[in-house]
């Protein structure tokens, strides 16, 4: 059985009523975690714990309603208010790292009692790799490969002929040293020219296959989960103000695609670009490429899901705009298997106010449903950790913002391979 999608409240006298059944249920289990020990009751005890925490994140959930509320109210001034409901996000994201160090510990009793089997690298199952990377590795994440990440970057720019030698008419000394912005078409110094992730690699090969399809984690480091842009615009599209989305839906598979923006306040943000000057001039432009290759449709997908859920999650400047498209046509007009459907719902609990006709739109036709799944409780884990995943990018990229603001430099290098581009190149 899927997931429902919680709504919702916009009634006052609904949030406070449910806040103080909250509290009263907050006091119960506080009375009954005073009764039990980790070392007399593991189970019981991990159990509660694990109910308490729930009850916190309703809480903030509950806090959220309320700031939409006073802001539907015009109570609460527009910065305040965004500025809270990304604090709020952070505290459930992080509260939902806690939660799971508690289930971990909950399987790991039952292991231990017989209760589970015991899982293990040689474990058989369709998700035993995911379960393992879930449960039993103890990093949340993967650190980024240097050398995996250069190849990437050196293939990617061999794929999409992005050196400026490799331009059929030279006309410019800067181009032929330079490397091709997939977005812009122009040509910047190799250190200003990242090759972007679509999907993050700190999201692992195994929760990777999990979402899209077993084998796909493996492209991770590929040039299908690949597009150089110019740093700015790259730090657009990690913290999800910029997406890519096709421009034909008779287009099966999708061969043009075009730039979006999600955000409306970074409309206005300056580019020292040769033909662009604003952010608000990369919207709706469409991408060129000088060779056959494109990146894949499904890791586009799953950037324009995210950040549009995130868009709406964070209240972010012109949110509503981007999510009347869904109820009035096709943002993302193109049909394919891209996500597992039950893992699209769950990222979209995240979210809890969404009509079911927007959900339908984002799942009709672009999904897959198998019958086999993880559990409610771990889909919902991965959900958080993707959601991690993008916050932590959007908070790096706000820091190479600030550091590029007050010293002049972003003081992020790219493994350096911005370094060998310019002894290569």
Request: aromatic fraction near 6%; charge should be negative; proline fraction near 4%.
């Amino acid at each position: 059985m899927l997931p429902q999608i919680p709504h919702r409240h916009s009634s006052l006298a609904v949030l406070e009523d449910m806040r103080l059944k909250n509290k009263a249920s907050r006091q119960d289990l506080k009375r009954k975690l005073s009764d039990a020990t980790l070392e007399e009751e593991p189970e019981r005890c991990l159990k509660l714990r694990i109910e308490q925490i729930e009850f916190e994140q309703e809480d903030l959930e509950l806090e959220r309603d309320r700031m939409d509320w006073e802001m539907n109210q015009n109570k609460l001034d527009e910065k305040i208010y965004r500025k809270a409901q990304k604090s709020t996000n952070k505290r459930i994201i992080s509260l939902g790292e806690d939660l799971w160090q508690f289930r971990r510990q909950l399987r790991t009793h039952k292991e231990k009692a017989g209760k589970l089997e015991l899982l293990t690298p040689d474990s058989d199952g369709a998700f035993a790799a995911a379960l393992l990377h879930l449960y039993k590795d103890p990093k949340k994440g993967k650190n980024r490969n240097s050398t995996m990440q250069s190849n990437m970057r050196r293939d990617t720019i061999a794929a999409y002929q992005a050196l400026g030698s490799d331009s059929r008419a030279v006309d410019d000394p800067r181009t032929a040293a330079g490397i091709r912005c997939a977005i812009s078409g122009e040509y910047f110094s190799p250190g200003d020219v990242k090759a972007a992730h679509i999907v993050p690699v700190h999201l692992g090969v195994e929760l990777a296959d999990y979402i899209f399809g077993m084998g796909t984690g493996a492209r991770l480091f590929s040039i299908d989960n690949c597009l150089m842009l110019h740093k700015d615009l790259e730090r657009a599209f990690d913290k999800g103000i910029l997406v890519i989305v096709p421009v034909n839906s008779a287009e099966k598979p999708s061969r043009r695609w075009k730039a979006v923006l999600l955000n409306e306040a970074c409309r206005n943000e300056v580019l020292y670009f040769k033909t662009l000057a604003t952010m608000t001039e990369v919207d709706g432009m469409e991408l060129t490429f000088q060779t056959e290759h494109r990146p894949a449709a499904r890791f586009l997908y799953y950037h324009f899901v995210v950040s549009l859920l995130r868009c709406r999650q964070q209240r972010e400047p012109g949110w509503e705009n981007a999510w009347v498209k869904l109820r009035t046509g096709k943002p993302w007009p193109t049909p394919g298997r891209y996500l597992r459907e039950s893992m699209l719902l769950s990222l979209a609990r995240t979210v809890r106010d969404l009509e079911d006709g927007e959900i339908e739109t984002l799942i009709q036709e672009r999904t897959f449903d198998v019958p086999e799944r993880l559990a409610d409780d771990e889909e919902k884990e991965v959900a958080r950790r993707v959601l991690d995943v993008h916050q932590e990018l959007e908070e790096r990229c706000l820091l190479r913002e600030e550091n590029l603001r007050i010293y002049g430099s972003d003081g992020e290098d790219e493994e350096d391979e911005e370094e060998d581009d310019e002894k290569r190149y």
